[in-house]
């Protein structure tokens, strides 16, 4: 998986040096929904102990572990509501049947496992649950 990882960056890194023209920014999403966008001029990738990923432009520089980076896209991410399940923009008891809906389904979205343990169970319910309390 981390092979998979590298050779995609690497792609990434070499699309992003010739298509600035496609879009101005190279988004980072990470394990916990947090996004780090870079301007994509004069962007560089370089690669720090082959677990990290040092990403560089004109005006940032940040350092990925990349076993917390989900994905990569060129331009803005919008930005995801933890427990928001449906992707409504609000957390409710609607995320709540989603969730129990991907359980009794077997379906892996991944936006269902709300608590990130890799698994969609009661817990993700739980975790929604308090989400909706705490608001």
């Known amino acids: 998986m981390k092979t998979f990882k590298y050779i995609l960056l690497l792609l990434v890194t070499c699309v992003a040096m010739t298509a600035s023209a496609v879009e101005e920014t190279l988004t980072f999403v990470k394990a916990d929904g947090s996004t780090v966008a ?3 001029q004069g962007l ?3 690669f720090d102990d082959r677990a990290c990923a040092v990403v560089t432009n004109a005006e940032t520089s940040a350092t990925f572990d990349l076993a917390n980076v ?3 896209c060129f331009g803005e991410v919008e930005a995801h509501i933890a427990g928001d399940v449906n992707g ?3 957390v409710n008891l609607a995320d709540i049947n989603t969730v129990i809906s991907n359980i009794l389904s077997g379906n ?3 936006v269902a ?3 990130g343990d890799g698994e969609i169970n009661i817990a993700d319910i739980n975790t929604v649950i308090r989400i909706i309390l705490t608001k």
């Open 88 to 90: 409504d923009g609000e």
């Open 113 to 115: 496992d709300v608590n």
């Open 44 to 46: 560089r990738i370089t």
């Open 38 to 40: 870079f301007a994509t």
């Open 108 to 110: 892996n979205n991944p």
């Open 70 to 72: 989900d994905y990569m």
